[in-house]
T-cell receptor, first 117, second 111 residues
Framework: DGGITQSPKYLFRKEGQNVTLSCEQN?????MYWYRQDPGQGLRLIYY???????QKGDIAEGYSVSREKKESFPLTVTSAQKNPTAFYLC????????????????FGEGSRLTVL | SQQGEEDPQALSIQEGENATMNCSYK?????LQWYRQNSGRGLVHLIL?????REKHSGRLRVTLDTSKKSSSLLITASRAADTASYFC???????????FGTGTQLKVEL
């Protein structure tokens, strides 16, 4: 079945450690996104990528890094510079470049919950 | 800052009743989308309404869009316990590249 796979589902990190969250899609989508969700709140955009080898900062990129070396993969690294990393992280993809002629519907993974100890 | 803001923040109804939630946004849009999120899960796309549409239906869902008031509403008719979830509106401010989500309405449907 086509879809988006995020791993791990749960992750614990000690302060000062970098962690990488995996996001893989087999939908052949061009665009991929990372969002952060805090309890009882909406989603905030961290980074997005419209095409391989290109990505842009979202609204809260500080303390995070991404890469887009393959169309299917968009890993997110939460660095030690992120002051409050405990959150629920959601990866998504869409068929065409964001804002393009396609509908722009996003397909989401099941999320990764990061807890800093 | 959030582009969209849902109202109410939380809504509790009985099974069989209708549920209405509203979304207000700040800047011009090409379309507005509604998503659903079950607790601890990813979001699922429900419906998209374009800026030149006023109303759209999908099963038990009815969405309206008033671009003059910069607002949209989502109506779920004959609600079921399985409709219990958070509902978010999402837009691309100015038709740009970033899909921005509202703060969400938590719907609880009780038996």
């Amino acid at each position: 079945d086509g879809g988006i796979t995020q791993s791990p589902k749960y992750l614990f990190r000690k302060e000062g450690q970098n962690v990488t969250l995996s996001c893989e899609q087999n939908l052949n989508h061009d665009a991929m996104y990372w969002y952060r969700q805090d309890p009882g709140q909406g989603l905030r955009l961290i980074y997005y990528s419209q095409i391989v080898n290109d990505f842009q900062k979202g609204d809260i990129a500080e303390g995070y890094s991404v890469s887009r070396e393959k169309k299917e993969s968009f890993p997110l690294t939460v660095t030690s510079a992120q002051k409050n990393p405990t959150a629920f992280y959601l990866c998504a993809s869409s068929m065409g470049p964001a804002g393009g002629p396609q509908t722009g519907e996003l397909f989401f993974g099941e999320g990764s919950r990061l807890t800093v100890l | 800052s959030q582009q969209g803001e849902e109202d109410p923040q939380a809504l509790s109804i009985q099974e069989g009743e209708n549920a209405t939630m509203n979304c207000s946004y700040k800047t011009s849009i090409n379309n507005l989308q509604w998503y659903r999120q079950n607790s601890g899960r990813g979001l699922v796309h429900l419906i998209l309404i374009r800026s030149n549409e006023r109303e759209k239906h999908s099963g038990r869902l009815r969405v309206t869009l008033d671009t003059s008031k910069k607002s949209s509403s989502l109506l779920i008719t004959a609600s079921r316990a399985a409709d219990t979830a958070s509902y978010f509106c999402a837009t691309r401010p100015g038709g740009g590249n970033k899909l921005t989500f509202g703060t969400g309405t938590q719907l609880k449907v009780e038996l």
